[in-house]
């Protein structure tokens, strides 16, 4: 099993420009989350889901879109990127019902 | 809403010596709790994790934690410290297993 896998591992915007972030979970999780890194303040939660076709906000939604047509899969999209979503973008996947989060390696993103 | 506050930003320990990282957290009811640690470059891995029962927790590498809910803290330990230990370690809660709340992570570093 490759687990949670992300794509691209860095990437460089502009400011205005779009990107999907990509995430794939091969573990049959009904659970899959986005979250933003930023130094000195932990993760916080952008969206999440419970199972495909459902997706919810979570902590800071804001300037982000999601969507879950596969279990398998949960893009993270960015319409018109600002320096402030430079972060660090973490993919996670679950069983839920009380069972670990696990993560993939991360998607450096720098807006200029 | 749920807070978590990990009150040290670093700690630097030597190698063979105990660790304890302090995790505080704010909530109503009893949480879930985990601890994660990350690697430089890598995803986070859950440590240990705590629902109900037992308030001492064993998790992977040798690690410990110990709730307290007199104290609202879910601190984390281990006797003797490896260097392969060095590394960003998280405390998290959450009402459920989905969205938890990070702390901003301690930064472990072991000297030789």
């Known amino acids: 099993n490759a687990g949670v896998t992300q794509t691209p591992k860095f990437r460089i915007l502009k400011i205005g420009q779009s990107m999907t972030l990509q995430c794939t979970q091969d573990?049959?999780?009904?659970?899959m989350y986005w979250y933003r890194q930023d130094p000195g303040m932990g993760l916080k939660l952008i969206y999440y889901?419970?199972?495909?076709?459902?997706?919810d906000k979570g902590e800071v939604p804001n300037g982000y879109n999601v969507s879950r047509s596969t279990t398998e899969d949960f893009p993270l999209r960015l319409e018109l990127a600002a320096p402030s979503q430079t972060s660090v973008y973490f993919c996670?996947?679950?069983?839920?019902?009380?069972?670990?989060?696990?993560f993939g390696p991360g998607t450096r993103l720098t807006v200029l | 809403a749920q807070s978590v506050t990990q009150p040290d930003i670093h700690i630097t320990v030597s190698e063979g010596a105990s660790l304890e990282l302090r995790c505080n957290y704010s909530?109503?009811?009893?949480?879930?709790l985990f601890w994660y640690v990350q690697s430089p470059g890598q995803g986070l891995q859950l440590l240990l994790k705590?629902?109900?029962?037992?308030?001492l927790v064993q998790g992977i590498k040798g690690f410990e934690a110990e709730f307290k809910r007199s104290q609202s803290s879910f601190n984390l330990r281990k006797p003797s410290v490896h260097w392969s230990d060095a590394a960003e370690y998280f405390c998290?809660?959450?009402?459920?297993?989905?969205?938890?709340?990070f702390g901003a992570g301690t930064t472990v570093t072991v000297r030789a």
């Open positions: 996670a996947s679950s069983r839920g019902g009380g069972n670990e989060q696990f």
């Open positions: 573990m049959n999780h009904n659970y």
């Open positions: 889901s419970v199972g495909a076709g459902i997706t």
């Open positions: 909530y109503g009811a009893t949480p879930y």
């Open positions: 705590y629902f109900s029962g037992d308030t």
């Open positions: 998290a809660v959450g009402e459920n297993d989905y969205k938890l709340s």
